[in-house]
């Protein structure tokens, strides 16, 4: 970021004068788990995430909850001062030991995303299993059908299976559940992997004991449904009844669940206006997606089950421009 750049962002003149030219806005961040030892996923490390939260801290920034904002939005609430609202998805407990503690410690009001039967540890992601296949994969390369085309895959070093690894979730993510199924269990059989039916050390749960335990310091956990399958890969009714389930098993096991609801990979292409009317008639207020831009109240006020969220970015200058009026400009621009 330029230096000029850098200084007008900071003004916070500029940044009252923007944004009641803007109107209420809130940066709604995503995370996903802590970066991991072996690299071979990007994840979050403890010392951005706590520079970020210092600089939105110093820069006078208000942590919402996504509930608060969502109640904020709805009831037409005004507001003068920027908004940050910080979320993570999936459920994982390293997210609990190693994010959720830093995001309280500066009082972010995080809101925890949990897949129930994960939780429950009857179940885990499927992205993650074909994680797991093409990571513990011994063979020092893989031949696989993606579609109607063989590709070979060299898995010599970290990024070759990180490249692997994406192109196999990339081809699982365009399947019906059924169809998943067996495609696991070929990605498996291709590895030379025994796929564990409970997830491995390494990919272990948020379970309800721990996350009740966090509960209590101040995380809101929110369902991320009931298993982790994309809604447009699930037949209606078994959407319907995935999300009832998981608020069930939410209320029951928690003090105060959030009502918001979080899109599987969350894109426009995973989830329609239909998956909309199923997340409103299972109960929740509002959902939240992936899609990249600032949440301004009005948007979320004409529409609380689409609401927009910027991945969690990898230096402190791309998070100061997401947070800034800068972003919430640029989400004015068509699509
Ligand atoms: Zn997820």
Redesign the pocket.
Known sequence: MSPLLRKAIESRRLRRCLTAAAGPYAAVFTL?RPRPEDRMFNGVSEALLRECLEYARNSGYEFVSIDELVRRATSGADASNPMLCLTL??GYADQLTRLVPILLEYDAKPTL?V?SDFADDQDW?W?AQLAYAVKCCEAPSLRLTLGQRPREFGLSGRSDRIFCRRAVVHHAKTLSAPQLSDFIRYIASACEVDIPSRAPEGYRPATWPMLREWEKKGLTVGS?NRS?HLLTALEPERVGAELRYSWERLSSELTAPSKTF?Y???TARDFSTTHESLVRSAGYQAGVTTLSRIAYFRDVRRNPYRISRIGFPDTVSQFARYASWVEALRSKLPL
């Open positions: 996903h998805d999936d995303f897949i992601p992205d991320h982790h979080c599987p990979s969350g």
